[in-house]
């Protein structure tokens, strides 16, 4: 098992800062980006973008809707309009695309907060850890579309913690920043990855999309793997891993688990350049390719 104080030292060491952190940082940016488009109208009159991260509209033209909030709104049996009909197709495709839980990693501002506790508590080497099925969050979502079915509503959303601290964050109401510390401390002191690796729907949902969406990270040069384990402590969901990675030959290096958020830590912390973004359905052949270079250059 990796020493925890010393987790990324290797890659640091070999691959230099910049390619130890790239999709950290790119990562941070496009959460920011996101962050400070949705600000510019409220902030300084600039509407780029109208509405919040579950509905909006961008240049007054492009709708862009969550396709959980669709179901929810269909369940209530009340008739979406046209235009939030085709702005959860566009955002459905798009993560159809790019992958489920890109959601999670690339624009949901809660994550934030969660890689942040999850980071203090490697640094400070906290261990306490309630006992959390990662099903759980499957279990509330299901219940979170009862609710919509049951009393006609969009009930959750009312309380769901992601719109409550885009709301906190955008619009400056306190209850948003009052969920963030609330979701930051139990990540911190009682559950590792404890709401978004175990309890949010939303991520949930999401997952469900990544379990058929084009762009995997694969365990390409997995024969490499030096078993440091660093992928492992830092990966939000590292039992995703261990299925591409320790696979026997003939099974494929890709992470097809749909809880991978697509976030590049592992690319990122592996001083081997053991894993890489690639297609869901092209790691075998590409790792064939890179089993043939290397036999090559050897
Ligand atoms: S799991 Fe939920 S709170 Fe966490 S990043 Fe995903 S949508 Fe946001
Ligand atoms: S497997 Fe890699 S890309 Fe997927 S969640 Fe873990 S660290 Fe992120």
Not at 22 to 34: E, G, N
Not at 179 to 186: C, G, K, R, S, Y
Not at 191 to 207: K, Q
């Amino acid at each position: 098992m990796a020493n925890k104080a010393a987790i990324g030292q290797d890659a640091l060491i070999e691959k230099g800062w910049w390619k130890s952190h790239q999709w950290l940082v790119w990562r941070r940016l496009s959460q920011l980006s996101v962050l400070a488009l949705f600000l510019l109208g409220p902030w300084f009159g600039v509407w780029v973008i109208k509405g919040n991260i579950a509905s909006s509209l961008i240049l007054d033209t492009v709708p862009l809707t969550d396709p959980y909030l669709l179901i929810q709104v269909l369940l209530t049996r009340h008739l979406p309009e046209t235009t939030a009909v085709l702005g959860a197709v566009i955002v459905l495709g798009f993560y159809l695309l790019v992958g489920g839980r890109v959601y999670c990693s690339w624009v949901c501002p809660v994550n934030m907060a969660t890689d942040f506790a999850a980071w203090l508590r490697r640094r400070f080497g906290i261990t306490s850890a309630a006992r959390l099925s990662r099903n759980t969050r499957f279990w509330l979502l299901g219940l979170t579309l009862a609710m919509a079915l049951v009393t006609g509503t969009l009930a959750w959303e009312l309380i769901n913690p992601v719109t409550a601290v885009y709301r906190g964050l955008v619009f400056g109401m306190g209850l948003g920043w009052t969920v963030l510390l609330a979701i930051f401390l139990f990540d911190f002191v009682i559950a590792n990855r404890g709401w978004c690796g175990h309890l949010c729907p939303v991520g949930a949902f999401y997952s469900l999309i990544g379990r058929v969406s084009a762009v995997r990270v694969s365990a390409i040069r997995r024969e490499q793997c030096n078993d440091c384990m660093d992928c492992f402590i830092v990966c939000p969901e590292p039992q995703v891993i261990r299925p591409a990675l320790k696979g026997s030959d003939e099974t494929s290096p890709v992470i097809r688990d749909g809880a991978c958020t697509n976030c590049g830590r592992c690319v990122d912390i592996c001083s081997k350049d053991v894993f890489q973004f690639g297609l869901r359905n092209s790691g075998k052949m590409n790792s064939q390719v890179a089993n043939h270079q290397r036999e090559v250059l050897s």
